[in-house]
T-cell receptor
Framework: KAGVTQTPRYLIKTRGQQVTLSCSPI?????VSWYQQTPGQGLQFLFE???????NKGNFPGRFSGRQFSNSRSEMNVSTLELGDSALYLC?????????????FGPGTRLTVT | AQTVTQSQPEMSVQEAETVTLSCTYD???????LFWYKQPPSRQMILVIR??????QNATENRFSVNFQKAAKSFSLKISDSQLGDAAMYFC??????????????FGKGTKLSVKP
């Protein structure tokens, strides 16, 4: 079974621009979560989608948004990019269920804002 | 709010030796899950081991085992017979089992493990 995939793997953007990152979960997984990883703040939860609905949201400004499609693929969007948005963005998928709560991570998208 | 603390930013172990990584957490919940994730230099986060809070038995996965002390809110990872491929950042993570926060993993700051040949 294929793992979680994320595209693109690397991205360079300029301040003020917007960016869209994509995540394809493991087949059959309906929950997709997004995390931001930086050297200073570590791993921080952005949001989680389940069955096309945002189920949970972290403490990030409204410039960060996401969505999930009927095939469980998810996208996250960051508008009006700031230098501080430079980070590794990780996507994780989960099967969800009584005994299926582990999250499996993709390789991440490295975003650099200049 | 729940917090996860890893007090050892860096650790080093000799190949074939045993090393223990520490993790403490704070929560008022009684039902939750704990995880150790490994992130090698290539950045792919890999699940190493999991523990359900309602289980008293410590989880074991091959050379990896945990010491789960629920009352002390401690969740350490022991790596036996360390191998060069074990070198990575190790993150301890907490996940609630209740309410709307089920999808939210809370991570510690990580411990960088080096393995000496």
């Amino acid at each position: 079974k294929a793992g979680v995939t994320q595209t693109p793997r690397y991205l360079i953007k300029t301040r003020g621009q917007q960016v869209t990152l994509s995540c394809s979960p493991i087949s059959g997984h309906r929950s997709v979560s997004w995390y931001q990883q930086t050297p200073g703040q570590g791993l921080q939860f952005l949001f989680e989608y389940f069955s096309e609905t945002q189920r949970n949201k972290g403490n990030f400004p409204g410039r960060f948004s996401g969505r999930q499609f009927s095939n469980s693929r998810s996208e996250m969007n960051v508008s009006t990019l700031e230098l501080g948005d430079s980070a590794l963005y990780l996507c994780a998928s989960s099967l969800e269920g009584v005994s299926s709560y582990e999250q499996y991570f993709g390789p991440g998208t490295r975003l650099t804002v200049t | 709010a729940q917090t996860v603390t890893q007090s050892q930013p860096e650790m080093s172990v000799q190949e074939a030796e045993t090393v223990t990584l520490s993790c403490t957490y704070d929560t008022s919940e009684s039902d939750y899950y704990l995880f150790w994730y490994k992130q090698p230099p290539s950045r792919q986060m890999i699940l190493v081991i999991r523990q359900e809070a309602y289980k008293q038995q410590n989880a074991t996965e091959n050379r990896f085992s945990v010491n789960f002390q629920k009352a002390a809110k401690s969740f350490s990872l022991k790596i036996s017979d360390s191998q060069l491929g074990d070198a990575a950042m190790y993150f301890c993570a907490y996940r609630s089992a209740v309410g709307g926060s089920q999808g939210n993993l809370i991570f510690g700051k990580g411990t960088k493990l080096s393995v000496k040949p």
